[in-house]
């Protein structure tokens, strides 16, 4: 009986239920904690061959940078990513960097963006920052900043940013990424720029291999002061406008 009444329900709303159920074991006891995904990367970063691995990388992703093509594209991927941005005239001078990581990111900012003067590179893990400072130089326009965002965020001055991410803020539960934004709407003063790269969920119940994609509406909503864009279903941009 069960087989038949199974049969008759739709493929749709089957995959509905099944993704329901994954969106609450996603939302387990464990993942309530805001440094779950942290503690994960931080062990990665603290293996012993984790230098080379990440210079290796870093030497991957200014190659297919430089081509503007290849897997590790990040900032030129779409015709709205942070490169294109980047390589037009700006007038903004500040970038923050919200999980940094191992630093490629701000590294090549400050290498190829003179006009970038000022760029604060957040990340939780010390290993990591201290990988970044063993492949580059010391460079006085980048400061590391070891903690959390939703702390270090608000230590800053208010000012004109462009502010990024990478897959930041898809490892973070709904309540941490509030207090994230909101802490980013306080020091952001009006025509600061906004380009996050982390995917963008179709309805609640998308299925998606990591835990926490926002749909569109999640982003308007808690960026009301701003003029916010979607593009390719990955990316976010938004001007703030008040």
């Given at each position: 009986?069960?087989?038949?009444?199974?049969?008759?329900?739709?493929v749709?709303?089957?995959?509905?239920?099944?993704n329901f159920?994954?969106?609450l074991?996603s939302?387990?006891i464990?993942?309530?904690?805001?440094?779950?995904?942290?503690?994960?990367?931080?062990?990665q970063?603290?293996?012993?061959?984790?230098?080379?691995r990440e210079?290796k990388?870093?030497?991957?992703n200014?190659?297919?940078?430089?081509?503007?093509?290849?897997?590790?594209?990040?900032i030129y991927?779409?015709?709205?990513?942070?490169?294109?941005?980047?390589?037009?005239d700006?007038?903004?001078s500040?970038?923050?960097?919200?999980?940094?990581?191992?630093g490629w990111?701000?590294?090549?900012v400050?290498?190829?963006?003179?006009n970038?003067?000022?760029?604060?590179?957040?990340?939780?893990?010390?290993?990591?920052?201290?990988?970044?400072?063993?492949?580059?130089?010391q460079?006085?326009?980048?400061?590391y900043?070891?903690?959390?965002?939703?702390?270090?965020?608000?230590?800053?001055n208010?000012?004109?940013?462009?502010v990024?991410?990478?897959?930041?803020?898809?490892?973070?539960?709904?309540?941490?990424?509030?207090?994230?934004i909101?802490?980013?709407?306080?020091?952001m003063?009006?025509?600061?720029?906004?380009?996050?790269?982390?995917?963008?969920a179709?309805s609640r119940?998308e299925?998606?291999?990591?835990?926490?994609?926002?749909?569109e509406?999640?982003?308007?909503?808690?960026?009301?002061?701003?003029?916010?864009?979607?593009?390719?279903?990955?990316?976010?941009?938004?001007?703030?406008?008040?």
């Amino acid at each position: 009986m069960f087989k038949k009444i199974k049969s008759l329900v739709p493929v749709t709303i089957k995959s509905n239920i099944k993704n329901f159920l994954k969106h609450l074991k996603s939302r387990s006891i464990k993942e309530i904690n805001f440094k779950e995904s942290f503690f994960r990367h931080n062990d990665q970063y603290l293996e012993i061959e984790a230098f080379n691995r990440e210079a290796k990388i870093h030497k991957e992703n200014n190659e297919h940078t430089n081509k503007k093509e290849g897997r590790l594209n990040n900032i030129y991927e779409f015709s709205n990513s942070v490169g294109y941005f980047l390589d037009k005239d700006i007038k903004i001078s500040n970038l923050i960097d919200i999980g940094s990581g191992t630093g490629w990111f701000v590294n090549y900012v400050s290498r190829n963006y003179p006009n970038i003067k000022s760029i604060f590179a957040i990340e939780p893990s010390s290993a990591a920052i201290e990988i970044s400072k063993k492949i580059y130089d010391q460079d006085e326009k980048i400061k590391y900043i070891n903690g959390f965002a939703d702390k270090e965020l608000k230590r800053l001055n208010k000012d004109v940013y462009l502010v990024t991410t990478f897959a930041v803020f898809q490892h973070l539960n709904l309540l941490y990424s509030k207090k994230i934004i909101k802490n980013i709407n306080k020091i952001m003063d009006k025509n600061s720029i906004l380009i996050l790269k982390e995917p963008i969920a179709q309805s609640r119940y998308e299925r998606f291999n990591l835990h926490y994609p926002r749909t569109e509406k999640f982003w308007t909503k808690n960026l009301k002061q701003y003029d916010v864009k979607f593009y390719n279903n990955k990316l976010i941009v938004a001007k703030k406008i008040i």
